[in-house]
């Protein structure tokens, strides 16, 4: 692999810039268009060596563990050239799908920053070694050991120390851990993975970590150990339950901006579905104005809705139900009492879901999206179906990744 100085023109949906070697493409992380470096290159990947010219977009990372953690791809390129690739990033999914829509610029959703991360925990190999906790590295099994995390909320600057100290608790288990850690409204909610059963010495040494480090909450494979706090957001002024280890939109902004547009698509509606709809972010906020079936397969963010929905009466009816959206949809005969539905679904997208929305007689779905690509294949099917695309706007969350949300409407 001997190195070569390759001009790169593009960049592609990862965040590795795009160059020409002998009439074949080849992908090289943290590089930007309109660069040349020198690279050695191993088929269609390539390592960077040195910037030979770099590009004006070109800026400082504000993070020092850049280009080892693998959280981020693009903290060296400028911010309003970020957001033209996330907009690209999506067009280029629609034209794909045969999808014809308007794509708006990109809406900037980071905000305060992120309120939960799962940061991973694992043993030294040698005797004396250091507990690390943090990020794995970009295409690696190797961890980052974090200090701290520039992308994530004030709050959650103690949750590397946090999942160090349960790592320390658990060494004599050795098994590889991860610990997700979210601020909310009463403190920070930890739950641990990985463990397996516990006896009931370290579970008390795990509890006692969570007095001294005053957790609001602390849950083992979602089974709770100490509760000093309920652990709860509010929605616009809503009060919501979180249950342990449940989807959580990674910044408030994000949750704001999807919630506002869904708000707005949906005014005028009398009875909507909300499918995929976790804990219930827009299914609290809807039920002040229309009324609401809510539906997702978590049986613990439906649990978690219902007491959320106790907690805040007075709204227009809003009934909850568990069920698996990907194996058993919404038929098309129980989409007759809906004449709008709100569908948010994970990344593999609503494929089955959209298929019965485009036969039934629905008028209109909001459709949220965290992957461009799913979104653009249940978009064709809807299109399919007789729906009509609005314009097509990226949200963007996760500041200097390759993820963008979508959000759409889709009438007939």
Not at 229 to 252: H, N
Not at 276 to 300: E, T, W
Request: net charge positive; charged share 25%; hydrophobic share 40%.
């Amino acid at each position: 692999m001997n190195p070569e100085a390759v001009i790169f023109t593009a960049m592609g949906a990862r965040g590795d810039g795009i160059g020409m070697v002998d009439g074949h493409r080849v992908h090289v992380p943290f590089v930007l268009p309109g660069e040349t470096a020198r690279i050695t290159r191993e088929g269609e990947r390539g390592t960077l060596l040195n910037i030979v010219e770099a590009s004006p977009d070109r800026v400082p990372p504000p993070c020092p563990h850049f280009t080892r953690c693998g959280g981020c791809a693009v903290q060296h390129w400028a911010g309003d050239r970020i957001a033209e690739w996330k907009r690209e990033r999506v067009g280029t999914a629609l034209r794909r799908a045969k999808v014809e829509a308007e794509v708006l610029p990109a809406r900037d959703a980071h905000g305060a920053g992120r309120r939960r991360a799962t940061l991973h925990v694992r043993y030294p190999k040698m005797p004396g070694g250091r507990i690390e906790a943090g990020f794995m590295q970009a295409r690696s099994h190797a961890l980052v050991d974090l200090d701290s995390c520039p992308l994530l909320v004030r709050a959650l600057a103690p949750a590397p120390e946090i999942a160090r100290d349960i790592g320390h608790i658990l060494r004599g288990v050795a098994k590889p851990l991860d610990v997700q850690v979210t601020a909310c409204e009463s403190g920070l909610d930890c739950d641990i993975r990985g463990s397996g059963p516990l006896v009931d010495g370290l579970r008390q040494k795990l509890i006692a970590l969570a007095r001294a480090r005053d957790l609001a909450r602390l849950t083992l494979h979602g089974e709770r150990l100490i509760e000093a706090r309920v652990p709860v957001l509010t929605f616009d002024g809503l009060t919501a339950y979180l249950p342990p280890g449940s989807f959580l939109q990674a910044t408030a902004e994000a949750e704001a901006t999807l919630a506002g547009f869904a708000l707005e698509a949906l005014k005028g509606a009398k009875h909507v579905a909300d499918l995929f709809c976790g804990l219930g972010p827009f299914a609290l906020r809807l039920a002040r104005h229309v009324k609401i079936s809510a539906m997702d397969s978590d049986k613990g963010a439906i649990e978690a809705l219902g007491r959320s929905i106790r907690a805040n009466p007075g709204g227009k009816p809003l009934v909850t139900q568990a069920r698996d959206l990907f194996r058993r949809p919404l038929f098309a005969p129980e989409l007759k009492p809906f004449d709008a539905v709100l569908m948010d679904p994970p990344r593999q997208g609503a494929e089955a879901q959209a298929r019965e929305l485009a036969k039934s007689k629905v008028a209109k779905v909001v459709s949220i999206s965290c992957d461009p690509e799913s979104f653009a294949r249940d978009a064709r099917i809807l299109m399919d179906g007789g729906f009509r695309p609005g314009p097509v706007t990226p949200v963007d969350q996760f500041r200097y990744s390759a993820h963008v949300e979508v959000m759409a409407v889709f009438a007939r």
